[in-house]
């Protein structure tokens, strides 16, 4: 896909997002908005994947230790083909596949469940090490909050991933500044964060989060790289292209109303009528 085929395909996650905490009446938009463009270039170019093979032993994965964050990956999901997007409206509802935190016992295409900060991380670095074991080619991927790095299993978990020199291992940090309580800095900084990784014998690139060239590279640099396990540090906006939710600490965990659904799914009604223009 060329860029502006992702950047309309990451529009399209984030009215996924907003239709899906809509309807459950719950849920966590801002994280979810802030890793649109990780969720569209890792599942429209970076990912070896097969939805219509979903449990395919030799298919890339990814873990979102951030579980809170899925509803941004069930909307890529859902337009890469793994279910209908029109599912996305029963996120979170009784019954569902769609829960608030990903069950890999309800939807094929989950590679790990995931809630509790942290652990999903760890479950990540199983399966690369598991990888390695059988001698298999498939890549590892784990996204991951910067809230979630005041977790002492994280540092644990990255000692081992460095020291095992898990070179099939990719994280990706959701760097957007803000968690539930307020800023990440004034909570628990775990900046510097990049000398962090570093530290624990991680390469480390640090992008803007929103830009798919910086995207692509970083992923291309981490396939390259051998002998250590990479970290992507991608800075990015909280809430991104909606207007009230950008940077708001307020919009981590709560839904829109009707009148504030409207005018976020008016202001990415724009930006998908200012991509139709550039396509033109």
Known sequence: MNNLELKKTANKVREGIITGVYSAKAGHPGGSLSSAEIFTELYFEEMHINPEKPCDPDRDRLVLSKGHACPGMYAAMALRGYFPIEEMKTLR?????????PSMALLPGVDMSTGSLGQGFS???GMALAGRLNRKSYRVYSLLGDGELQ????WEAAMFAGNQKLDNLCAIIDNNDLQIDGRVEDVNDPNPIGQKFEAFKFHVI???GHDFDQLRAAFKEARETKGQPTVIIAHT????DV???ENAVGWHGKAPNEEQYKVAMADLARIDEKLAKEEA
Not at 93 to 101: F, I, K, P, Y
Not at 237 to 240: E, H
């Open 237 to 240: 906006v909280k809430g991104k």
């Open 93 to 101: 509802h009784l019954g569902s596949r769609l829960q608030g935190h």
């Open 206 to 208: 640090e992008i803007d």
């Open 151 to 154: 977790e002492g299993e994280i």
């Open 243 to 245: 207007s009230f939710m």
């Open 123 to 125: 479950a990540a670095i």
